[in-house]
């Protein structure tokens, strides 16, 4: 399993960027994909997940109601529309999935067992 991250770049506070992560190989539909964050000197931290085939998804406090994840399932592709922005979003995004973790652990790194390599956000002024 390869997924391949793409999309991020300098953007200003309020603006808007979609991330996209292309996977290949073994993975499919009914894998867990999510998105996770490590900004400067900071460890990383969960920032959303799409729970196997159910759509289920899963967000962080600090993001919910301004990021968006979706996957077309056709394109083994994984996104995340996030909106107004702000500097505190600024990071490194990663993808990851998973074939067997369990809803409980939708929000814990450590069950995800394949990365993407990752993509610098910047939000500033």
């Known amino acids: 399993v390869q997924l391949q991250a793409s999309g991020g770049g300098l953007v200003q506070p309020g603006d808007s960027l979609r991330l996209s992560c292309a996977a290949s190989?073994?993975?499919?539909?009914?894998?867990?994909m999510a998105w996770f964050r490590r900004a400067p000197g900071k460890e990383r931290e969960f920032v959303a997940a799409?729970?196997?085939?159910?759509?289920?998804?899963s967000y962080a406090d600090s993001v919910k109601g301004r990021f968006t994840i979706s996957r077309d399932n056709a394109k083994k592709t994984l996104y995340l529309q996030m909106n107004n922005l702000k500097p505190d979003d600024t990071a490194g995004y990663f993808c990851?999935?998973?074939?067997?973790?369990?809803?409980?652990?939708?929000?814990?790194?450590?069950?995800?067992?394949?990365w993407g390599q990752g993509t610098q956000v910047t939000v500033s002024s």
């Open positions: 990851a999935t998973s074939e067997r973790l369990i809803y409980s652990e939708l929000r814990n790194q450590n069950a995800y067992g394949y």
């Open positions: 190989g073994r993975t499919g539909s009914s894998w867990t």
């Open positions: 799409i729970f196997r085939s159910s759509g289920s998804t």
